[in-house]
């Protein structure tokens, strides 16, 4: 079985600080990992995968996350915030013999004070 | 690329009647699509995976001649809430995975009102 758990169902931030949204996951297969940005009455957006390879990846809008197997986390970050980060954000997993269905966190919502 | 698309992004319909939702991946080939629906700050909910071709599978708890789901061509899912109720009233989002690929790309949702 898998599961995500996101730590904080709210971060507030100010522009321009770090940003860092927590994801745990649990899977007893290797994990293929996403983050999706969810903007207010919109569908999701992949921000970024990890799937195998280089465990540090790159997304869109300057985020990045680190797979640290040992520490099974996902953790989302951006150097700097922007007004327009300001969204809820989503981890999840998936992998093996789930048939390619995610499970997704509770989400986290990022707010960005000016 | 791996664009997704839904209509109608608004409906309202009154109890009793039956809704169909669209969902249409533009640029690829989707041999799966999967249904959420998600409650106010909530996180999605999967109600079911849709397979060309086949059946959809549904997840525990979601009523199957409620939520039809038809998945008739590689670009197409449509989900028709029959006999809809307020207690239906909700975002319902769709996403497609290309063949062969482990992403799912999500479409921009439906915001279905029961009255």
């Known amino acids: 079985a898998q599961s995500v758990t996101q730590l904080g169902s709210h971060v507030s931030v100010s522009e321009g600080a770090l940003v860092l949204l927590r994801c745990n996951y649990s899977?007893?297969?290797?994990?293929?990992l996403f983050w999706y940005v969810q903007y207010p009455n919109q569908g999701l957006q992949l921000l970024l995968k990890?799937?195998?390879?280089?465990?540090l990846v790159k997304g869109i809008n300057g985020f990045e996350a680190e797979f640290k197997k040992s520490e099974t986390s996902f953790h989302l970050t951006k150097p700097s915030a922007h007004m327009s980060d300001a969204a809820e954000y989503f981890c999840?997993?998936?992998?093996?013999?789930?048939?390619?269905?995610?499970?997704f966190g509770q989400g986290t919502e990022l707010s960005v004070k000016p | 690329g791996a664009v997704v698309s839904q209509h109608p992004s608004w409906v309202i319909c009154k109890s009793g009647t039956s809704v169909k939702i669209e969902c249409r991946s533009l640029?690829?080939?989707?041999?799966?699509m999967f249904w959420y629906r998600q409650f106010p700050k909530q996180s999605l909910m999967l109600m079911a995976t849709?397979?060309?071709?086949?059946?959809?599978?549904?997840e525990q708890g979601v009523e199957k001649d409620k939520f039809l789901i038809n998945h008739a061509s590689l670009t197409l899912s449509t989900l028709t809430v029959t006999s809809a109720h307020p207690e239906d009233s909700s975002f319902y989002i769709c996403?497609?995975?290309?063949?062969?690929?482990?992403?799912?790309?999500f479409g921009p949702g439906t915001r279905l009102l029961v009255l």
């Open positions: 990890y799937t195998t390879g280089a465990t």
């Open positions: 899977s007893s297969v290797p994990p293929y």
């Open positions: 999840a997993v998936s992998g093996g013999n789930q048939g390619g269905k995610l499970i």
């Open positions: 849709s397979n060309e071709g086949s059946k959809a599978t549904y």
């Open positions: 996403s497609a995975r290309p063949g062969g690929g482990e992403t799912q790309y």
């Open positions: 640029d690829f080939q989707a041999t799966t």
